[in-house]
């Protein structure tokens, strides 16, 4: 028999066998063994207490016990990493942003996964715009003000992210480029720590969302100039966007999603996505994302994937005009 054929009939004979445990763990799923849903993000951030949440949730309504495991560092691709090699088989989730799934794959080179290849959308969970955020401590009330006042520091100044590649670090290397000002980039751990910088003058901006920062602006330890997206943020009214200010195309914001490895079956897929809805439409959870300036991604698997893709798009060409790249 020739060795291809031969190929083939293992090939075909390892799904026949495979099929009936497969079926038998999806019945049982999640049963004694724990979830684990890898959350990319610093302990306390708002993702990571949406994720601790939703995973309170998920324990309730399918029993067993899912556990959030913060995989931190290399811009959220550490943990997405340990997730595409993961088993397809329902015991590893994943809670991440487009920072990992979209913005650092294009922007970081020799990564070991495929965002596209290697996981399966299983819900959209919630999206919001950033915010040019100042050290409040800089003379500066508007963006024109504090374009003037870095472009007149020849030394430049210090802009945070919260890791190479981020959403907001391409936001702010974008803006930068515009403005036509000197920047010496510090990246952070997490939006916390980067947050806390600003404030205390040891960075001077960074592009960020009302869910890390909102606090400290009311505290009068930030200051929030203006932002991302087609309309001013709901919580923050007088802050214009940077369209308004004179910085079209600004329109791109961040978002979550749930995510499993590829291969995971559809049964699993369905059942955790129709769960998911349910956490997000619950009043708690509506009331805290309102606070925070963000909105659901409620939907099928499928408004996910193709929210997903079309924000790759747009990334791509930002990546093309910033020209960061990362070997």
């Given at each position: 028999?020739a060795?291809?054929?031969?190929?083939?009939?293992?090939?075909?004979?390892?799904?026949?066998?495979a099929?009936?445990?497969?079926?038998?763990?999806?019945?049982?799923?999640?049963?004694?063994?724990?979830?684990?849903?890898?959350?990319?993000?610093?302990?306390?951030?708002?993702?990571?207490?949406?994720?601790?949440?939703?995973?309170?949730?998920?324990?309730?309504?399918?029993?067993?016990?899912?556990?959030?495991?913060?995989?931190?560092?290399g811009?959220?691709?550490?943990?997405?990493?340990?997730?595409?090699?993961?088993?397809?088989?329902?015991?590893?989730?994943?809670?991440?942003?487009?920072?990992?799934?979209?913005?650092?794959?294009?922007?970081?080179?020799?990564?070991?996964?495929?965002?596209v290849?290697?996981?399966?959308?299983?819900?959209?969970?919630?999206?919001?715009?950033?915010?040019l955020?100042?050290?409040?401590?800089?003379?500066?009330?508007?963006?024109?003000?504090?374009?003037?006042?870095?472009?007149a520091?020849?030394?430049?100044?210090?802009?945070?992210?919260?890791?190479?590649?981020?959403?907001?670090?391409?936001?702010?290397?974008?803006?930068?480029?515009?403005?036509?000002?000197?920047?010496?980039?510090?990246?952070?751990?997490?939006?916390?720590?980067?947050?806390?910088?600003?404030?205390?003058?040891?960075?001077?901006?960074?592009?960020?969302?009302?869910?890390?920062?909102?606090?400290?602006?009311?505290?009068?330890?930030?200051?929030?100039?203006?932002?991302?997206?087609r309309?001013?943020?709901?919580?923050m009214?007088?802050?214009?966007?940077l369209?308004?200010?004179?910085?079209?195309?600004f329109?791109?914001?961040?978002?979550?999603?749930?995510?499993?490895?590829?291969g995971?079956?559809?049964?699993?897929?369905?059942?955790?996505?129709a769960?998911?809805?349910?956490?997000?439409?619950?009043?708690?959870?509506?009331?805290?994302?309102?606070e925070?300036?963000?909105?659901?991604?409620?939907?099928?698997?499928?408004?996910?994937?193709?929210?997903?893709?079309?924000?790759?798009?747009?990334?791509?060409?930002?990546?093309?005009?910033?020209?960061?790249?990362?070997?």
């Amino acid at each position: 028999m020739a060795e291809p054929a031969m190929r083939r009939r293992a090939l075909i004979a390892g799904f026949t066998l495979a099929a009936p445990a497969l079926a038998r763990a999806q019945a049982d799923w999640p049963g004694s063994r724990p979830v684990r849903i890898i959350q990319p993000s610093q302990a306390g951030s708002p993702a990571d207490v949406y994720c601790r949440l939703m995973a309170e949730h998920f324990t309730r309504a399918f029993g067993g016990t899912f556990v959030v495991e913060n995989r931190v560092g290399g811009t959220g691709t550490i943990g997405t990493a340990a997730v595409a090699q993961a088993p397809a088989d329902g015991w590893t989730l994943m809670f991440t942003s487009n920072t990992s799934h979209v913005v650092a794959p294009l922007v970081l080179r020799g990564l070991p996964y495929d965002p596209v290849r290697d996981f399966v959308a299983i819900a959209g969970l919630y999206h919001y715009p950033m915010l040019l955020i100042i050290n409040p401590a800089i003379p500066a009330k508007t963006t024109a003000e504090f374009v003037a006042w870095a472009k007149a520091r020849p030394q430049g100044v210090n802009m945070a992210s919260v890791g190479i590649g981020s959403v907001g670090h391409m936001m702010a290397e974008r803006f930068h480029l515009r403005a036509g000002f000197r920047r010496e980039h510090i990246p952070y751990r997490g939006g916390p720590s980067a947050i806390l910088a600003v404030s205390q003058g040891e960075s001077d901006y960074i592009f960020d969302n009302i869910g890390n920062s909102g606090a400290f602006m009311r505290e009068g330890r930030l200051r929030g100039l203006s932002a991302t997206g087609r309309s001013r943020p709901r919580q923050m009214p007088e802050v214009p966007t940077l369209a308004e200010v004179g910085y079209p195309g600004f329109v791109e914001d961040v978002w979550f999603g749930l995510w499993g490895a590829a291969g995971l079956p559809r049964g699993f897929v369905e059942k955790i996505n129709a769960e998911a809805n349910r956490w997000l439409a619950s009043p708690d959870i509506g009331r805290r994302m309102d606070e925070a300036g963000h909105a659901n991604l409620a939907g099928p698997p499928q408004k996910m994937h193709d929210y997903w893709m079309e924000d790759r798009r747009n990334w791509q060409e930002i990546v093309r005009e910033t020209g960061v790249t990362v070997e």
